[in-house]
């Protein structure tokens, strides 16, 4: 596709439910990372994967999140037992290589708010 | 560890006249240094990077930045402001040579406003 594209772009959670957010990658990008951003912050990361291998996810902030990127493409990150604390912004974003000095592209985002 | 300090949270400036958003990082080697834009409701877009060689990188919509090892900064420039160029701008590094990965690390962001 011409860019990153995620959904849905806005989800609002009952606290307590789970919820999975999809992130299509730029196609041939090797490398996609996840991100949270808090409302006025910058993004925080989350987690990397190389294809289909998760090689970082040290930005995780609790076993509630789940990232995957089975076929090495499209990329879901579960949150389960959503809390307050989850309502941000996650953030995908890829890149064509795996060399540290290639730009990402980013998706616009999905909006999570929990309630 | 990593890390990029923005600190300006705001700057007005009037069309016309140069811009300048600042930033500085850390890292414990050379870092490569990156900036984005975000208009509201829109993903970061891309602006600049900066890897190795020349100190002033070009990008685009005219922005520039300058890498300036000794004082660990890395500021975007721009030489006349447009009022499209109101938005928010993110700094961000990536350390290579500490097993930081490819993660990028960035700062707060600095809210631009153009005026007329």
């Known amino acids: 596709g011409a860019g990153v594209s995620q959904s849905p772009r806005y989800k609002v959670a009952k606290r307590g439910q789970d919820v999975a957010l999809r992130c299509d990658p730029i196609?041939?990008?090797?490398?996609l990372f996840w991100y949270q951003q808090a409302l006025g912050q910058g993004p925080e990361f989350l987690t990397y994967f190389q294809n289909e291998a998760q090689l970082d996810k040290s930005g995780l902030p609790s076993d509630r999140f789940f990232a995957e990127r089975p076929e090495g493409s499209v990329s879901t990150l579960k949150i389960q037992r959503t809390q307050q604390e989850d309502s941000a912004v996650y953030l995908c974003?890829?890149?064509?290589?795996?060399?540290?000095?290639?730009?990402?592209?980013f998706g616009q985002g999905t909006r999570l708010t929990v309630v | 560890a990593q890390s990029v300090a923005q600190p300006e949270d705001q700057v007005n400036v009037a069309e016309g006249n140069p811009l300048t958003v600042k930033c500085t990082y850390s890292v414990s080697g050379n870092p490569y240094l990156f900036w984005y834009v975000q208009y509201p409701n829109r993903g970061l877009q891309f602006l600049l990077k900066y890897i190795t060689g020349d100190n002033l990188v070009k990008g685009s919509y005219g922005f520039e930045a300058e890498f300036n090892k000794s004082q660990t900064s890395f500021h975007l420039k721009k030489p006349s402001a447009l009022v499209s160029d109101s938005a928010l701008y993110f700094c961000a590094v990536r350390d290579p040579y500490t097993g930081g990965g490819n993660k990028l690390t960035f700062g707060t962001g600095t809210q631009l406003k153009v005026e007329l």
């Open positions: 196609s041939g990008h090797v490398s």
């Open positions: 974003a890829s890149s064509l290589e795996q060399t540290q000095n290639t730009e990402a592209f």
